[in-house]
């Protein structure tokens, strides 16, 4: 049979087999609505309180008040702008955030802007690494969000969000962190690190999807963009998704107590791969940070070919990653990351992202290099932008 | 995503390559797109008698390019002229439809190469 080997766990994760165990109960026997009074109810409300507990443990924040369980990581970034922006309009109406945030940053900010806010979009270098002047230029004393990704699920750069905090603070802006491709992968703490706000996917832990928190310190001033009974201490309505909220309480139990032997695991796999790629194909570069990146992040660009066809032509082998091509998005845009890194639009849309999980060995990884240079190959001779010195 | 036919096309492309002293070479798209298409055409007795292709982008770009040099093969100028982008496509047994604007060149490199191949002989005369 032929190898299949997963590289696209930015994309989606197995959900943990003990995490998988430990919802299972709530769909079928534990079905309680945490809002009732009787004992199905209690039930289910103190399942959701230890689910809490778990993700405040696991992001350092200080009480179980500053935890508010979403639909996911869009929605606790959709939250965290648009709650914060509409509920600070008597300070101002400035949002700053990054050019290579995730779009579910970027469009509720471009959605504010039909509104008549401000938001300015400040550059990254070209590791991806957010450029501090400019950050500290654009903030402002009407500026009342500072939302930055603590590390970019793309091309993996982690950015320096203390200083960026401490920019964001000196003007009376709050920080907003989408830590969404971060957590689980390195230490973070909440109050170390000045966050005011924080969004966290469950999937992205292991745990299962259409769930997700954020942290939200106490006596940040939001308010709620989806209204109805007042769940969540009015922040956000909506009958809670216990058997998420279990799941992704597990997820952090986990998450919490493998990261640190996990994550250094990871590392060395995303450094054998990286290292197999770059130096045995031509041509061939790493997109993002060398050094300050996601462990299970890789992000290799091939010159002179076309995202998709290497995902397909690696699909047939049994190997899945994903692409910052056009070709593989809703758009017809290649990915704006990789643009505002500073790549050429043929430079974006030849690259390829692998992103590594629990699953994976260094079977796996020798596997891609393996097959990789044989593909880039055949690929680069259908190509008409090849060098002739590079088709021998 | 694709039909069957499509990635049959992908992974065993027809007629790939450049044609020396091509009598006419269309090269159409644009690498930003994330597509590029050079199609190379040798004409015998107002005949088709050689084609071949090169292309950077995705499955489909590759795709169409190796099913238009198979349907233009041996056919007169004004038969090769007449072959469309819904030919194409409904060759390979349709495409998905984000694809068929941009990836769906095929028909345009292979009359953008006869265009040449008339205007060079035009100038020779």
Known sequence: MMRRVYLDH????????????????????????????????????????????????LVGAKRAEEVFFTSGGTESNNLAIKGVAYRNRDKGNHIVTTAIE????????????????????????KYGTVDLSSLEKAVTDKTTLVS????????????????????????????????????????????????DLMSVSSNDIYGPRGVGALYVKTGTRIQPIIQGGGQERGLRSGTENIP????????????????????????????????????????????????????????????????????LSLDM??????????????????????LAIGLRHEEAHGSLLFTLGKQNTEEDVDYLVNAMPDIVKRLRAISPLTPKELLT | ????????????????????????????????????????????????????????????????????????KGKTLEEAMKISRGDVADSLGGLPPIKMHCSNLAADGLHAAIQDYLKKKGANK
């Not at chain 1, 082998?317 to 990789?338: D, F, I, Q, R, Y």
């Not at chain 2, 950077?56 to 198979?70: D, L, Q, V």
Request: charged share 25%; with cysteine.
């Open chain 1, 244 to 311: 998420g909220i279990v799941g992704m309480g597990k997820a952090a139990e986990i998450t919490q107590a493998e990261m640190k032997t996990e994550s250094r695991r990871l590392a060395l796999l995303r450094d054998r791969l990286i290292k197999g790629l770059t130096e045995n194909i031509p041509s061939s570069f790493l997109n993002g940070h060398p050094t300050q990146r996601l462990p299970d992040n890789a992000n290799v660009r091939f010159s002179y070919i076309e995202g998709e066809s290497l995902i």
């Open chain 2, 1 to 72: 995503m694709y039909t069957d036919k499509v990635m049959e096309h992908f992974r065993n492309p027809r007629n790939m390559g450049e044609i020396p002293n091509a009598d006419g070479v269309g090269t159409v798209g644009n690498p930003v797109c994330g597509d590029l298409m050079s199609i190379y055409i040798k004409v015998k007795d107002n005949r088709l008698e050689d084609i071949k292709f090169k292309t950077f982008g995705c499955g489909a770009a590759i795709a169409t390019s190796s099913m238009i040099t198979e349907l233009a």
């Open chain 1, 148 to 195: 930055v990704m603590y590390a970019n699920g793309e091309i993996g750069t982690i950015q320096p969000i203390r200083e960026i905090g401490d920019i964001a603070h000196r003007k009376r802006a709050l920080l907003h962190v989408d830590a969404v491709a971060a957590v689980g992968q390195m230490p973070i703490d909440v109050e170390r690190e000045n966050i």
């Open chain 1, 10 to 57: 930015a994309a989606g994760k197995p959900v943990d087999q003990r995490v998988l165990e430990a919802l299972n109960l709530f769909f079928s026997e534990r079905y309680g609505n945490p809002s009732s009074l009787h004992t199905w109810g209690n039930d289910a409300r103190k399942a959701m309180e230890d689910a809490r507990a778990k993700i405040v443990s």
């Open chain 1, 102 to 125: 995730h779009m579910s940053v970027i469009n509720p900010c471009k959605a504010l802007m039909k509104e008549g806010l401000d938001v300015t979009f400040v550059p990254v270098d």
């Open chain 1, 317 to 338: 082998l049994g190997v899945a990653c994903s692409s910052g091509s056009a070709c593989t998005s809703k758009t017809l845009e290649p990915s704006h990351v990789l």
